[in-house]
């Protein structure tokens, strides 16, 4: 019998909150914001929330790979999805799916499951790349220890910043922990992504477990396109609802807009030529954002380049001294922003920047 702390089943989720979670919604993952000392800039730091809230983004994730893993090691974990959840209290009342990274061995991710519960978020993005070298069996058990105390977000993060291969089976089983509400697939490779649909097809979870892409650089057409399976000699269609990306941390105005028009076309059929275009503008954006010349070693910093020049952010310092933008990254971020000014949210930004810095 479950203990009165641990979490109550996936569906007594807050009803709004579940809903907006199922129809898919635009959640960034929330950078990190850090003074000239790189201790955490609290000012810049809510800024950044407020953005994500006033932009229309559905959710926050807080404490992910976007926020730094570091985090953990400097005692900063706590103290970030403490702000960032009683920023958004602060700043709105409509319901927003807040989700808190997990990671580390059990006994860790269990301890941040509770942490992340404490403060309010309804569900953990479970990193298991501090898992590798793990079996499916330990791997299946880890999940189920954190999911027993709180709503779980599966995620396949890209072997080239740390994920670990996970094949179709470890999803399948994965996908029938009961308390699973969704799954941030982020592997990078179509291959690999279609596993994930495979294994959640295979358990029956598709009604119950919503797919979000984490595919940055695949963006438009995750969302876009059907996933088709075959079960039981009868072919299942699966949709991607919504995304959970670090891409999303920079000009989220214009991304809620896109997932709108993607809502949209999708409930009519009217997917024209210039929404399909899209797919590749985003990610020509990305791939400066996020290094893609030079193996994503800048992809955080990059991000923060982007939020710097619109102030938002003072600085570009991450924790690890040693990540910084690559040589030439600045110089292709100036042509995307260039060549896809008509993709961002200067504006917008620049009329509400003073007020969320206040």
């Not at 809510?46 to 400097?74: C, K, M, N, P, S």
């Not at 600085?315 to 110089?331: V, Y």
Request: net charge negative; aromatic share 6%; with cysteine.
């Amino acid at each position: 019998m479950q203990s009165d702390d641990r979490a109550s089943p996936a569906a007594d989720l807050p009803d709004a909150v579940r809903a907006l979670l199922e129809r898919g919604t635009v959640i960034p993952a929330h950078p990190l914001a850090l003074d000239a000392a790189r201790r955490l800039d609290t000012r810049r730091q809510r800024a950044l929330t407020r953005y994500y809230i006033d932009a229309g983004a559905g959710g926050l994730a807080v404490g992910v790979h976007a926020t730094q893993f570091a985090i953990r090691e400097v005692g900063l974990y706590e103290p970030v999805l403490e702000l960032a959840a009683h920023t958004a209290r602060d700043w709105t009342p409509r319901p927003l799916v807040m989700i808190a990274g997990l990671s580390g061995d059990t006994s860790q991710a269990v301890r941040e499951a509770e942490i992340a519960r404490k403060h309010g978020y309804h569900a953990g993005l479970l990193s298991l790349a501090p898992m590798r070298g793990a079996t499916i069996d330990a791997l299946i058990s880890h999940c189920a220890a954190v999911a027993d105390r709180i709503p779980l977000v599966g995620f396949y993060l890209q072997t080239a910043v740390g994920g670990i291969a996970l094949p179709m089976e470890f999803w399948r089983r994965f996908a029938l922990i009961e308390n699973v509400v969704a799954i941030k697939m982020a592997p990078f490779d179509r291959y690999r992504t279609l596993d994930v649909v495979r294994g959640v097809v295979a358990a029956g979870a598709e009604e119950r477990v919503t797919l979000y892409t984490g595919n940055d650089d695949h963006i438009v057409l995750d969302l876009l396109a059907p996933f088709v399976v075959r079960r039981d000699g009868r072919d299942v269609t699966v949709r991607i609802r919504g995304g959970l990306l670090g891409h999303w941390s920079v000009w989220t105005h214009s991304a809620v807009r896109q997932l709108d028009r993607i809502h949209a076309a999708l409930a009519t059929g009217a997917i024209d030529a210039s929404l399909l275009e899209l797919d590749s503008r985003v990610t020509d954006c990305n791939s400066a954002f996020f290094d893609v010349a030079n193996a994503f070693a800048g992809c955080i910093p990059g991000c923060h380049e982007v939020l710097r020049r619109q102030g938002l952010l003072e600085r570009i310092d991450c924790l690890d001294p040693n990540e910084r933008l690559s040589p030439g990254q600045a110089e292709a971020i100036d042509r995307v922003c260039r060549d896809h000014a008509d993709l961002s949210d200067d504006g917008f930004v620049a009329a509400n920047l003073q007020r969320w810095l206040a």
